[in-house]
Every structure is written in structure tokens, then in C-alpha cells.
């Protein structure tokens, strides 16, 4: 089991930037490809990015391509979400995940999910 424990969001002007961090805990946190995700309501969950075990491959969703970037710790059990350049549309609360085995921005292909943190963006 792994439990995921996301924090950082808050309320921000557009333009600003935000980091959002995601503490794991267990002891295969290395082996895992790790993604954030966002979700308005109404809306289905989005991906936002995605990186592999090793930190050596990130992928993102084209909405925030160039202005947030993923990272991970895995000494610290930790993945990080750096979003800058904040838009009003950038709003929802931001879920991490984690993935036993591959890659994947389908949400459903996540096995373990964090209980979200809000991100709002306003003037």
C-alpha cells in the first residue's frame, strides 16, 4: 500500500506561481511512475503531468506545457508539481497518483491517489 499525501495549493493571482509538493509513504516509491491530475467540478479528471521512476521522462498535458514542471526526490518519497505563470483556468484541485507499472495519462490506469489540494487562481 501507499499512501499519498499532497500539499502547497492555495490562492494565487494570475501570473504567479505555485509548488505543489506529494509525500509518499512505503518504500517502493522509486519504482513508480508518478502523475498529477486536476479535476473542476462537473469535469472529468485531467492530466496535467507525468514523470518515471527514475525522474528521467516527464510528459505534460499541452494546456500546461512550458509553464509547470514535475519533479521527484526519491530520497524524500517526494514528487513535486512547480506551476508558474498561473491562469484562472488553471483552478481545481490537483491530485497526485501513482502507478505500479508504466506509464499512462489515463486517470483509471492510477493506482493510488492523494486526497487532492485546491489551487485557485484570482484576482
Known amino acids: 500500500q501507499v499512501q499519498l499525501v499532497e500539499s502547497g495549493g492555495g490562492l494565487v493571482q494570475p501570473g504567479g506561481s505555485l509548488r505543489l509538493s506529494c509525500a509518499a509513504s512505503?518504500?517502493?516509491?522509486?519504482?513508480?511512475?508518478m502523475g498529477w491530475f486536476r479535476q473542476t467540478p462537473g469535469k472529468e479528471r485531467e492530466f496535467v503531468a507525468t514523470?518515471?521512476?527514475?525522474?528521467?521522462?516527464?510528459y505534460y498535458a499541452d494546456s500546461v506545457q512550458g509553464r509547470f514542471t514535475i519533479s521527484r526526490d526519491n530520497a524524500k518519497n517526494t514528487v513535486y508539481l512547480q506551476m508558474n505563470s498561473l491562469k484562472p483556468e488553471d483552478t481545481a484541485v490537483y491530485y497526485c497518483?501513482?502507478?505500479?507499472?508504466?506509464?499512462?495519462?489515463?486517470?483509471?490506469?492510477?493506482?493510488?491517489w492523494g486526497q487532492g489540494t485546491q489551487v485557485t487562481v484570482s484576482s
Open positions: 497518483a501513482a502507478k505500479i507499472v508504466g506509464s499512462s495519462r489515463d486517470y483509471a490506469r492510477y493506482d493510488y
Open positions: 514523470i518515471s521512476w527514475s525522474g528521467g521522462t516527464t
Open positions: 512505503g518504500r517502493t516509491f522509486s519504482t513508480y511512475t
